[in-house]
């Protein structure tokens, strides 16, 4: 069955990096883009952007140009979102969805646990 | 940017028929995607590309879109059905949602 499996809970100071992971299972890896959408509490989604497993190209949302960077590890089917320059306003659980590559999209089939990122000094 | 507008509550008696709805420029001519998410919970895809249900879903949520709205409806409204409802779709290679609905099944 597919699943994707992120990393723990992190607590940041304000100006740190994260990096989340997302362990993908189930199918494969190099099928689907994986997205990362992220969630501030209380709040609705927004999406941050995608990587192409196969050919590790990302496309990003234009308010996190600069400050995201979106990577793959084929060997172990994961996927990473690093975010810089961190603030309080980027507390959120940061999810990771899938959606095909090949044909027209199906939707966010399968999302993560998501991880929960708080910035705090 | 592209925006999609989604009333913020939604409100239904048991076992009626709800409908939310999701407003955007033509949004017709998009793929309309919905997600269903419950407190403390990953969302969950229930209609996509305007009509169709995933594995699983079960048959009474169905979706709908043309001109500038796009709807799901869930008939039979269940107690288990209360979440909050986001719609999604693509424009300008960007994935943009919808701000979301929270349903209350009464």
């Known amino acids: 069955q597919v699943q994707l499996v992120q990393s723990g809970a992190e607590v940041k100071k304000p100006g740190a990096s994260v990096k989340v992971s997302c362990k993908a299972s189930g199918y494969t890896f190099t099928g689907y883009y994986m997205h990362w959408v992220r969630q501030a509490p209380g709040q609705g989604l927004e999406w941050m952007g995608r990587?192409?497993?196969?050919?590790?190209?990302?496309n990003y949302a234009q308010k996190f140009q600069g400050r995201v960077t979106m990577t793959r590890d084929t060997s172990i089917s994961t996927a990473y979102m690093e975010l810089s320059r961190l603030r309080s306003d980027d507390t959120a659980v940061y999810y990771c969805?899938?959606?095909?590559?090949?044909?027209?999209?199906?939707?966010?089939?399968?999302w993560g646990q998501g991880t929960l990122v708080t910035v705090s000094s | 940017s592209y925006e999609l507008t989604q009333p913020l509550s939604v409100s239904v008696a048991l076992g009626q028929t709800a409908r939310i709805t999701c407003g955007g420029n033509n949004i017709g001519s998009k793929n309309v995607h919905w997600y269903q998410q419950k407190p403390g919970q990953a969302p969950v895809l229930v209609i996509y590309r305007d009509s169709n249900r995933p594995s699983g879903i079960p048959e009474r949520f169905s979706g709908s879109n043309s001109g500038n709205t796009a709807t799901l409806t869930i008939s039979r409204a269940q107690a288990g059905d209360e979440a909050d409802y986001y719609c999604q779709v693509w424009d300008s290679s960007t994935a943009v949602f919808g701000g979301g609905t929270k349903l209350t099944v009464l």
């Open positions: 969805a899938r959606d095909v590559m090949v044909g027209a999209t199906r939707g966010f089939d399968y």
């Open positions: 990587i192409n497993p196969n050919s590790g190209g990302t």
